[in-house]
């Protein structure tokens, strides 16, 4: 075979560091836009973005040669260096050390960009807690809750 064919698509949640709040409606709109242009330099595709105060979602496409743990240090390293320069205020940001990383089947897409464009609905009934641990057990991964959320 001539040449190398995939479509890898990734759910990505990560929170920002013991859940504060930092990621307000004003900058929340930017930030997502930002996280798809590191998206788009690490050619990969972002088909959607979003989240709420504490954490982020990101539905992407990357390459097979760049390592998902590669990619989300990117995203958050340069996501993390953008937000400390938008405002003083800012300037003790943090994303939490972790990250949940999800197989999705392109016959599931559709489903996963609506669900993370409804991050606001979602969360007026569900935590990121419950909601991250509902993925972890979704998706057959064994965990500690104690240890989850350091």
């Known amino acids: 075979m001539a040449h190398t064919y995939t479509n890898l698509l990734t759910h990505i949640i990560f929170s920002t560091k013991q859940r504060q709040q930092f990621i307000n409606d004003d900058i929340k709109p930017r930030l997502h836009s930002y996280i798809g242009g590191i998206v788009r330099e690490l050619d990969g595709i972002a088909y959607n973005v979003g989240g709420i105060a504490d954490h ?9 040669v760049l390592a998902m743990s590669d990619a989300v ?9 953008w937000l400390k320069q938008q ?10 050390s972790g990250y949940g990383a999800f197989s999705v089947s392109q ?3 559709k489903s996963v960009v609506k669900y993370i464009a409804a991050q606001e609905e979602h969360h007026r009934t569900r935590t990121f807690q419950e909601e991250y641990l509902m ?3 979704r998706h057959g991964i064994d965990y500690d809750e104690r240890y989850v959320f350091d």
């Open 135 to 137: 993925f972890l057990k």
């Open 56 to 64: 982020v979602h990101i539905l992407v496409s990357l390459k097979p």
């Open 73 to 81: 240090r990117t995203i958050k390293t340069n996501s993390s260096r």
């Open 107 to 109: 016959s599931n897409m």
């Open 87 to 96: 405002n003083a205020t800012l300037s003790i940001f943090e994303w939490q």
